[in-house]
C-alpha cells in the first residue's frame, strides 16, 4: 500500500537544506542517499517532499512530462525564503514556472538572444563592465570585498545592458534588484522592489514602443509574440534569474582561482567551476501531477520531488572522481543549468561572463590576495542558492 511504501522508504533525517559542512562540496549525506535507495523522504516548510540523488534520475525527473515546474499545482514543494515571496510567480510571463505547451511561446521567442553567437557579440559590453568594476575598485583603495564591488554588479549590469536599461537608471536598478537577493531583505521589502522594477520595466517598454533601440526589450517588442505585461514579467526573470546565480560562481571561482592559481587564465575551469560548486542546487523544484516512477521508486501525484543538482553533479557513475576539482575532465554533461525544456537560458552568457570575469581581474589585479583565511570565508547556505555571503580581498 501507499502508506508501507512510505515507511519503507528512507527518510532524511533532517531538515533542508542541509549544510555544506566544508571543502569538498556537496553535504556529504548526498553522497549516502546516492549509495543507497536513490530517492529518501524530506520534509520542506510546505511538508514531505522525495529528494532525488542520481544523475540518471535526476535528468528522469526534468525531462518527464508527467512532472511539473508549476507552482500553484498542489503540493508543489516550498523552501525557506521562496515559500514566503510567491507573488513573484504570480507574475505574467515567469515561464521558468510554466508547462509545455505554454512554456514554449516564450522559450521560442527568447532563444535567438541567447545562442552561442549572440551571446559572442555581448563580449565587448561584458568586457567594459568588468573593466569599469575593476577601476572602481582600483580608484577605492586596495582592498575591497569582491562580492559587493565585483561578483554581484557584473551581471545585473550585463543583464540591464542586454535589455536596453538606460545607463542613468542603472544605479536604480542595482538597489532594487540587490534588495531581492539580499538575505536579510524582509518579504515586504522583496514585494515593494519586485512592484518598483515591474513598473519601471513597464515604462521602459512603453518607450521602446515609441523608439525602439538595439536591445532586447526592442526586438521581443517587434516579434510581437508577447503582450507587453509579459514582457515585463520575462525581463524582470532574466534579471533575477541571472544575478546571484552569475554573482556567487564568480565569487567561489576567483577562490578557486586564488587556492591553485595554476588555472589561472584557462578557460576550462569555468565547466568544473559550475559542476563541481553547484550553487544552484535546490532551484528546480516539481511536483508530479500523475503517479510516476523514478529510480524504481513510485512517486504519486501530488507528491513534491527536488532533484538535488549538487547531488547529480557529485555522482560517481556519471564524473570520475566527482569530489576533485579538475578543470581538465569533460564535465559538460553537468546539471547545474537543469535539464530539459527548462534548462537554463542564460548558460552561454554565463560562460562568457565568468571567462571574462577571471581573466580580466588577474590580468589587471596579478597581486590579488585573500583577506582573511579561506576557512573564514562566510559560506552561503541558508537560501535556495550556494555561495559567498562576502569574499574580502586586498591587492598592492
Ligand atoms: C533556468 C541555473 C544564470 C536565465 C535555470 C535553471 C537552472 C539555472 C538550474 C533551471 C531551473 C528549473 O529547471 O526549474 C543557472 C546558473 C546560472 C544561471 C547556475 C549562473 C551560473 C542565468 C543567467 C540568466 C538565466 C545569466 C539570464 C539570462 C534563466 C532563465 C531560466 C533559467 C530565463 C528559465 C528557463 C526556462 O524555464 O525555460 N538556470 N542560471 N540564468 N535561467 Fe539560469
Not at 527518510?11 to 556529504?28: D, I
Not at 553567437?117 to 569582491?146: F, H, W, Y
Not at 517588442?221 to 503582450?227: D, E, M, R, V
Request: proline share 8%.
Amino acid at each position: 500500500t501507499e502508506a508501507d511504501a512510505r515507511t519503507a522508504a528512507p527518510q532524511c533525517p533532517v531538515a533542508f537544506p542541509l549544510r555544506r559542512p566544508g571543502r569538498p562540496f556537496p553535504p556529504p549525506e548526498y553522497a549516502t542517499y546516492r549509495g543507497g535507495a536513490g530517492l529518501v523522504r524530506s520534509e520542506l516548510p510546505s511538508g514531505p517532499v522525495w529528494l532525488v540523488t542520481r544523475h540518471e534520475d535526476v535528468r528522469a525527473v526534468l525531462t518527464d512530462p508527467r512532472i511539473s515546474a508549476d507552482p500553484s499545482k498542489p503540493g508543489f514543494p516550498k523552501a525557506g525564503r521562496t515559500g514566503g515571496a510567491p507573488s513573484q510567480y504570480e507574475v505574467p510571463g515567469w515561464f521558468v514556472a510554466m508547462d509545455p505547451p505554454e512554456h514554449g511561446r516564450f522559450r521560442k521567442t527568447l532563444i535567438p538572444e541567447f545562442t552561442v553567437r549572440k551571446v559572442r557579440e555581448l563580449r565587448p559590453v561584458i568586457q567594459q563592465i568588468v573593466d569599469e568594476r575593476i577601476d572602481a575598485m582600483l580608484a577605492a583603495g586596495t582592498s575591497a570585498d569582491l562580492v559587493e564591488s565585483f561578483a554581484l554588479p557584473v551581471p545585473s549590469l550585463v543583464i540591464s545592458s542586454l535589455l536596453g536599461v538606460p545607463k542613468v537608471d542603472r544605479d536604480f536598478f542595482e538597489d532594487r534588484t540587490r534588495v531581492l537577493v539580499r538575505l536579510s531583505s524582509t518579504d515586504e521589502e522583496r514585494d515593494k522592489a519586485t512592484q518598483a522594477l515591474l513598473r519601471y520595466l513597464g515604462r521602459l517598454i512603453q518607450i521602446k514602443q515609441r523608439r525602439p533601440g538595439d536591445d532586447l526589450i526592442s526586438r521581443l517588442i517587434a516579434a510581437g509574440t508577447l503582450s507587453r505585461q509579459e514582457l515585463s514579467g520575462v525581463a524582470m526573470l532574466l534579471l533575477i534569474a541571472g544575478h546571484e546565480t552569475t554573482a556567487n560562481n564568480i565569487g567561489l571561482g576567483v577562490v578557486q582561482l586564488l587556492t591553485n592559481p595554476r588555472w589561472i587564465g584557462d578557460d576550462r575551469i569555468v565547466e568544473e567551476l559550475l559542476r563541481y560548486y553547484s550553487v544552484a542546487d535546490l532551484v528546480a523544484f516539481r511536483v508530479a501531477v500523475e503517479d510516476v516512477e523514478i529510480g524504481g521508486q513510485l512517486i504519486r501525484a501530488g507528491e513534491g520531488i527536488v532533484p538535488l543538482i549538487a547531488a547529480a553533479n557529485h555522482d560517481a557513475t556519471a564524473f570520475a572522481a566527482p569530489s576533485e576539482f579538475d578543470p581538465e575532465r569533460s564535465a559538460r554533461s553537468h546539471v547545474a543549468f537543469g535539464y530539459g525544456v527548462h534548462q537554463c537560458l542564460g548558460q552561454n552568457l554565463v560562460r562568457e561572463e565568468m571567462d571574462i570575469a577571471y581573466r580580466t581581474l588577474f590580468a589587471r589585479i596579478p597581486s590579488l590576495t585573500l583577506a582573511v583565511p579561506v576557512e573564514e570565508l562566510p559560506l552561503k547556505y541558508d537560501g535556495v542558492l550556494f555561495g559567498l555571503h562576502e569574499l574580502p580581498v586586498t591587492w598592492k
